[in-house]
């Protein structure tokens, strides 16, 4: 049996003993029998000062080293939650290292693999003082050596699911998206040992997927299987929808440049070359790395991870959602306003890790400026007023497709339960979602839509829930109040929620205390608007 789960957007994954379901990866094995890594600082040299004809830098290496690939091991997320699954599942703990290492310490944990030994995490933490070969790959996160040797083997397919991707191209192959000639390839081997190999498995959604279909599988207080979950599924998402024959991960995460080299050594202009940004949710996550850089040991530079941070932030607001009044009107004493929101992107919104939330903000003032009514306020803790999730571990906030109090909110959201029913963030309780009312993409039919990838609680039963989007209506009390009114409805999103953060305090580990102690630090900062819009009502 498989334990996966994922932090912030990425993986853990856990191998026990149990029966295999529908959609369940196989059990790992030794596999890589006979691989090589080399780190990311052997491939910089010939891969960065690259630059597109109007002069943007689209480095392959700088822009790596700055995101949640190149970070994936230091993030102090992830590793406050492993860190509470193991203190939760004592018994585990080996396995859960050896597990969890697959997709955020590929490289130091198929190594170790292939020797036929477990793989580590705790030990092998960025900012310590071991410079071990293991060590240092560990550091490296999802690195250049480990995705190009990802062969085409069970792509797409339930068995490439949770991390079984397989290493194909050994120390002597790297495999990319170009045919090279001979020459260029004589330098890249002598300069690396590595020879570069056509293969075009490079640019297909299926790849991404091996690390981002997760399953899980819930345990019992004895360590048995006692149910499992489809965590985080953005592949099988986008599969069901529009997108899936119009455009590909890649071609959003990695968007690419026309007419620019590869290479900065003998390097010839490519009809497209991929950035790689890995542009994707978390700008929250790219600050903390970046503020407690020392302490977590991060390599590149403040001002990329800046740089990174403002660019998650400006795709966040110009290609994920839309928000409309799409009708208001005053009916005497009440203002009806039908707000409206627009998912854009290629799978639910927000997707992946389910600690991820967005949620609609509404507020209406007077002719004098005052707010009469409010909606969805955040905190400088990260709290959203009125929820009943933030308030209350085992209470969660409702679909609506009517809002009439302050204290009722739309909040687009995954909810876990345990066996027993109760709302729960931890992922090895988890056993089904009782809620999953999160933004559809476009051409996604809930009604065919498959278990894994299904609506969830109220959602299910709302006509005005659909593919692409949904619709509020808001019925305002404003008997006391003189008009015009001003209406603003902002669509808010938050990487990691309150309550999520939260929950760890109560572990005594230095992983969950110091991530809770940071969290605290920068809550405030922890959400933006992805889109707004503002109307008159007379």
């Known amino acids: 049996m498989l334990v996966v789960f994922a932090a912030a957007g990425w993986l853990l994954v856990v191998m026990l003993s149990a029966p295999r379901g529908q959609g369940q990866a196989p059990p790992a094995t030794p596999a890589h029998a006979g691989v090589s890594f080399q780190t990311s600082d052997e491939c910089l040299a010939c891969h960065n000062g690259l630059t597109t004809a109007s002069g943007e830098d689209v480095s392959i290496g700088t822009a790596w080293r700055a995101s949640m690939m190149a970070n994936s091991s230091r993030d102090p997320y992830w590793q406050a939650s492993v860190r509470r699954e193991a203190i939760d599942h004592p018994s585990a703990q080996a396995a859960i290292e050896d597990e969890c290492s697959i997709c955020h310490m590929p490289m130091s944990r198929a190594t170790a693999a292939a020797a036929g030994k477990p793989g580590e995490i705790f030990r092998l933490l960025p900012g310590g003082r071991d410079a071990s070969e293991a060590h240092r790959m560990a550091a490296d996160g999802v690195s250049c050596a480990l995705c190009h040797q990802i062969g085409p083997e069970r792509l797409g397919t339930p068995e490439s699911f949770t991390g079984r991707f397989v290493i194909q191209g050994g120390p002597s192959r790297m495999l990319g998206p170009f045919e090279i000639d001979r020459g260029r390839t004589t330098v890249m081997r002598s300069a690396t040992g590595a020879e570069p190999t056509e293969a075009t498995h490079v640019r297909q959604s299926e790849l991404c997927a091996t690390c981002h279909t997760l399953y899980t599988q819930a345990l019992g207080p004895d360590g048995s299987h006692i149910g499992s979950l489809p965590e985080q599924v ?96 005053r009916v005497d004493r009440t203002l009806e306003v039908d707000v409206a929101v627009r998912n854009l ?73 345990d066996a027993g029913g109760r709302v729960t963030t931890g992922l090895l309780q988890g056993v089904a979602f009782t809620k999953d009312n999160r933004l559809l993409p476009r051409g996604f039919d809930k009604r065919s839509a498959d278990p894994d990838i299904a609506v969830r609680g109220g959602a299910t ?78």
Not at 282 to 294: D, E, H, S, T, V
Not at 393 to 398: S, T
Request: some cysteine; charged content about 25%.
């Open 345 to 417: 992107t290629g799978h639910k919104l927000p997707t992946g890790y389910p600690s991820r939330r967005a949620w609609l903000h509404i507020t209406v003032e007077d002719a004098a400026g005052r707010t009469v009514f409010e909606s969805g306020a955040v905190n400088d803790k990260g709290m959203i007023a009125g929820n009943d999730n933030d308030a209350d571990p085992l209470r969660f906030e409702p679909h609506y497709e009517e809002i009439r109090q302050p204290d009722q909110v739309q909040i687009y959201e995954s909810m876990m339960a």
């Open 461 to 538: 039963q709302d006509d005005d829930f659909a593919g692409e989007g949904d619709r509020v209506r808001y019925r305002i009390d404003v008997a006391a109040a003189g008009g015009p009114f001003a209406v603003t409805a902002a669509l808010r999103y938050q990487p990691i929620s309150f309550r999520w953060a939260e929950n760890l305090r109560r572990y005594d580990a230095p992983e969950p205390r110091r991530f809770v102690s940071w969290f605290e630090a920068m809550s405030g900062s922890a959400s933006i608007d992805l889109a707004r819009a503002r109307v008159l009502i007379p």
């Open 234 to 329: 953005p592949y099988l998402e986008w599969r069901h929808s529009a997108f899936r024959d119009e455009r590909s991960c890649q071609s959003c995460h990695m968007p690419a440049v026309a007419n620019t080299p590869i290479s900065s050594v003998l390097g010839e202009p490519r009809e497209s070359l991929a950035r790689h940004t890995f542009l994707g949710g978390n700008f929250f996550m790219l600050r903390m790395l970046n503020r407690y850089r020392a302490e977590l040991g991060v390599e590149a530079p403040a001002q990329e991870l800046d740089a990174a941070a403002l660019a998650t932030i400006r795709q966040l607001q110009a290609q994920t959602a839309e928000v409309s009044v799409a009708g208001a009107r």
